[in-house]
């Protein structure tokens, strides 16, 4: 619906809004606004999968807080770091990385840059993969993967294929860009990127919205 650059803008301004809150029951109302919007957008189970990994870091990072500020002090910055993960989690999932990467050139950023950010972020899920299949072709051999002490030793039977595989997911890349001209100048994109009214009026309404909110605030 909107350019890819407006999606950009409209998450730095709400990442801004969200770490420069305040109140505890604003920060409340911040997290479950994003929560019914992923509701709306139907991207729940990945949103779960995701708090799995985001939970046990927040926790970890409230906890930290909490012993050097006290206990309140350390469930705001869990719940600040938890609304702050969930924003960019919303802009990844209404973002391709390929559209993330044309709007970053689109405001400056260098093409090789963009390029190499969008392609990790592309292969997190295939090295994510390819570290499951690892796992469970080394647990049918009798291998023990279960995380502590005890297994500290059957890692290397998990880390070295998992690094030959990535190495040669990256030279594979590297033959497939130099095969279709990636260091050739004035490169053209199959897709043209420009922002429309509702764009503009999203992004002037975002500013409005919350410049008003922090003058509200003020007063």
Do not use: C, H
């Not at 963009?114 to 997190?124: D, G, L, N």
């Amino acid at each position: 619906m909107f350019d890819p650059r407006t999606k950009l803008i409209l998450t730095f301004l709400l990442t801004f809004f969200v770490a420069t809150t305040r109140p505890v029951s604003l920060l409340i109302g911040q997290w479950l606004f994003l929560v019914l919007f992923i509701f709306a957008l139907k991207q729940t189970r990945a949103w779960l999968r995701w708090l799995r990994l985001v939970i046990p870091m927040a926790l970890f990072f409230g906890l930290v807080t909490g012993w050097a500020a006290g206990p309140a002090a350390g469930g705001f910055a869990a719940l600040k770091l938890l609304t702050l993960t969930t924003v960019f989690f919303l802009f990844f999932s209404v973002t391709s990385p390929e559209d993330m990467a044309n709007a970053l050139i689109k405001i400056g950023l260098p093409y090789t840059v963009a390029f190499v950010f969008s392609t990790a972020m592309q292969f997190v899920p295939v090295i994510g993969r390819k570290a499951g299949d690892i796992l469970d072709a080394q647990r049918v051999r009798g291998l023990s993967m279960a995380p502590g002490w005890a297994s500290l030793r059957q890692y290397p039977a998990f880390l070295v294929p998992l690094l030959i595989q990535s190495f040669q997911l990256a030279e594979e890349l590297a033959e497939a860009m130099e095969a279709r001209g990636f260091s050739r100048k004035n490169r053209t994109f199959y897709k043209t990127y420009r922002l429309q009214l509702r764009d503009w009026i999203a992004i002037v309404g975002a500013i409005l919205l919350l410049t008003g909110f922090y003058i509200w605030l003020s007063g």
